[in-house]
């Protein structure tokens, strides 16, 4: 959408959901500051009664930092609405603080058990039936529910048919119902059946980027732990290092969507200023804290090749000896399968808040798969998926594990390699360093990290990141994941296609340089540019733009990325077009683009159907 009174105010839509709470168990003050700087105000709520919330401030040791003011911290957080979602216990450790909206003041954890708890009831305790506002009952003291203790707790673990229950921040939850619609995967959660959740949380920071969580879990308090049994637990908490210690710095124009663990994504407006986004400005997508190496563990570095299932033989290859075998350089666009998702919290509340800047190009130089593959001694590919060996498996330094077919790993067209250069440098630590996975024409998630064990499989990787609920594709009408098998459906791999407007600005059209005189109604033109991409190597045939809500449609020019080889196009085509648009309401055009690929597939015209 853009002002024709300034021909490059781009006025982006605001997103419904709430900010997150990515940063609010960091341990120091200045990591403190830098992140809740850094995340973006979507909207306020209105604060009704006084909210609990604990925050780590400080080290392991959870002293506060006398520099830092508290009531500073605690006003940053409502401005954030974190406040708004009563009972949010963010980190079950550290200095607790009360706030109304216009009072703060530090009280004990008894204190904060007597603070009236809202109940904000949703239909199920899935992403797809939280309403984008709160719907608050009356108040009800939390110390009218009764108190459990640890060894309950465990009792209920959901063995022999039993109910599942959890602990956070000195409230207990039932969330039997809500395993399978765990967007991290049911068998990720069980790890805390019958447990706290706060040392997960600790390392799976991602819980705080939205107030989501919180919200989903609202509905199935039941009731609260014993005081005794928490302070164990926040004892606990503070004796844990802090794995997010040495993460990488990162340029200060990325949009910030989690800062534990970093995920950011590529400015908009900057997105097609050069055909290879540079490495300081290429999206971000970590799921764990970057694992930080020694001098002697890289020197010593090695992957580890596992055919011990087909052959009986498994390998270790090092870094220098994969430097010394044949390099090759492919050009690849990587593409999050999130990119864009927070788009569909207009019509349902989703947990993303990716924008349109998880994208990025890069030159990709390493070895190729193949023949690394060949080296461990898996020479005939066809010959081992005869006999069952249809998948080859990866797994990180950060224990995260993915999967690809035997053909697209071992093809000669298929371009996979092992990387580690990327834009003609050294990878950098949160791109894959020393060693990482690219599958041209995949989703990102395929693409691992810091790539420490390679094997071939019968079946495709274990794991959230292969076979959990963020990575499957369900039908429109499904919004309860416990309508369909999951294993029954297929993995994400290769890419749909998509387009994404990155600049317009209106042109001088019919010799009028006044660009004020517009009103709605009347048709103006406007220069836009942009990018396309299609997954599985398909090339983009064609862009067509409309601003007329789809009544006529012009062809956009393709300025970069057209002479790709056909069916191994793995890189994004930036385009221009110039096209009329009708002036709507406030002097705005509205300037949509649908991209064609090889296989002339083409961008659906409306995405509510496809929540």
Not at 241 to 261: G, Q, W
Not at 318 to 341: G, H, P, W, Y
Not at 573 to 602: Q, R
């Amino acid at each position: 959408t853009v002002s024709l009174m300034k021909r490059t105010k781009i006025v982006s839509r605001v997103a419904t959901s709430t900010s997150g709470l990515a940063s609010f168990s960091s341990v120091s003050k200045n990591s403190l500051t830098r992140s809740r700087d850094a995340l973006p105000l979507r909207h306020e709520m209105p604060i009704k009664f006084w909210s609990r919330l604990i925050v780590i401030i400080g080290s392991t040791s959870c002293q506060k930092y006398s520099s830092f003011s508290s009531s500073e911290y605690v006003s940053s957080l409502n401005r954030q609405s974190v406040l708004a979602a009563s009972g949010a216990m963010l980190v079950a450790a550290g200095t607790l603080f009360a706030y109304n909206g216009t009072e703060q003041k530090n009280i004990s954890f008894t204190e904060a058990l007597k603070i009236p708890l809202r109940i904000v009831r949703h239909p199920s305790p899935t992403p797809a039936t939280v309403k984008n506002e709160h719907v608050c009952e009356e108040a009800k003291p939390i110390t009218s529910l009764p108190i459990y203790t640890a060894e309950q707790v465990r009792e209920n673990d959901g063995t022999n048919g039993k109910p599942i229950w959890m602990t956070y921040g000195g409230v207990v939850y039932d969330v039997t119902n809500f395993i399978p619609n765990h967007p991290g995967g049911s068998e990720k959660i069980m790890q805390a059946a019958g447990s706290a959740i706060e040392p997960y949380w600790h390392i799976y920071r991602q819980h705080f980027s939205t107030s989501l969580p919180i919200r989903l879990m609202e509905d199935m308090i039941i009731g609260r732990l014993d005081e005794k049994d928490q302070n164990e637990i926040d004892s606990a908490i503070c004796s844990i290092s802090d794995e997010y210690a040495m993460e990488p710095k990162h340029h200060a124009a990325l949009k910030i969507n989690s800062v534990e663990p970093m995920n950011a994504e590529t400015p908009t407006n900057r997105l097609t200023d050069d055909y290879l986004t540079p490495i300081d400005l290429f999206f971000i997508r970590n799921h764990h804290p970057v694992p930080n190496l020694s001098d002697d563990y890289i020197k010593n570095y090695s992957t580890k090749i596992d055919l011990s299932e087909y052959t009986g033989k498994t390998i270790k290859i090092s870094l220098d000896d994969i430097k010394k075998m044949d390099k090759v350089e492919i050009v690849a666009t990587f593409q999050c399968s999130r990119n864009r998702a927070g788009d569909f919290n207009k019509f349902k509340q989703t947990s993303s808040n990716w924008n349109d800047g998880a994208i990025s190009t890069a030159k990709w130089g390493g070895v190729r798969l193949r023949d690394l593959l060949s080296r461990a001694g898996l020479d005939d590919p066809i010959a081992a998926e005869k006999k069952g060996f249809e998948h080859v498996c990866f797994e990180g330094l950060d224990g995260m594990m993915s999967s690809i077919r035997i053909d697209k790993a071992t093809s000669q067209y298929g371009d996979c390699i092992l990387a580690y250069e990327m834009n003609g440098e050294p990878l950098k630590r949160d791109h894959g360093f020393p060693l990482r996975l690219i599958v041209p024409g995949y989703v990102g998630v395929r693409n691992v990290k810091w790539v420490s064990k390679i094997r071939l499989a019968r079946t495709e990787a274990e794991g959230p990141w292969q076979r959990g609920l963020n990575y499957k594709i369900l039908p429109p009408s499904v919004i309860d994941a416990k309508a369909v098998d999951l294993d029954k459906m297929s993995s994400v791999n290769e890419g749909s296609i998509f387009s994404g407007i990155t600049k317009v600005e209106r042109c001088n059209d019919l010799g009028k340089t006044d660009k004020a005189f517009a009103k709605e109604g009347d048709s103006v033109l406007v220069k836009a540019s942009g990018w396309a991409w299609a997954g599985g190597g398909r090339n983009i045939v064609r862009v067509d733009l409309t601003g007329d809500g789809g009544k006529t449609w012009s062809t956009a020019e393709i300025i970069q990325g057209d002479n790709q080889k056909f069916g191994r196009a793995w890189a994004w085509v930036l385009w221009s077009c110039e096209l009329p648009a009708t002036v709507g309401k406030d002097e705005k055009v509205e300037v949509c683009s649908k991209a064609v690929d090889i296989a002339f597939n083409v961008q659906p015209s409306a995405s509510d159907h496809n929540w």
